[in-house]
Every structure is written in structure tokens, then in C-alpha cells.
């Protein structure tokens, strides 16, 4: 039996104190995981934003959102991803 894919939409945020570099790099490794298990529809970068409230002493945060489409069991994995990144310090997953 295949499975169909389905519409996802993912926000993370990452440490606000990598240069623009490093920055970079997390969200490409994102991004190239998300093309792996599937199809990245948009990406929206919304740069540095105060956070509602203090996260790891930390009160910014670099916002990335990526709206992708992918089989069921794939986010689980993408959320693993996020939990063992030391750089992302908070993200969300949610099924359109």
C-alpha cells in the first residue's frame, strides 16, 4: 500500500547569536532534509524577531518557515531532527 503525501507547514527558530553564516547553514540542512522525504512548496525566511517570551535566556530568535509536503511518518522525523539540533531552540510541525 503507498502512501499518499500530505500538506505540512514547519516554523523553526534558530539561536540568534550565529553570524549569518552559520545561520545559513542550519536552515540549508532544513531545507535539504524536508527535499529528502519530500517537496518543499515555499520558504519563507523572516529573519530576526522578538520572541513573546524568553527562551533559553534568550529573547530573539531567526524564524524560518517552510511549508513542504511529504508522507505521514516523515515529520516525526523532521521533530527528532529539531530536538537533537543544539541551535534550534524551538520549532512546531502542524498537518494542513
Known sequence: MTQTANQYETVFIVNPDLDEEQ???VVEKFKSLIEGAGAIDTTDIWGKRKLAYEINDKTEG????????S????PSELDRVYKITENIIRSLIIRK
Open 23 to 25: 545561520t545559513s547553514a
Open 62 to 69: 531567526y524564524y524560518v518557515l517552510i511549508r513542504f509536503s
Open 71 to 74: 508522507t505521514p511518518d516523515f
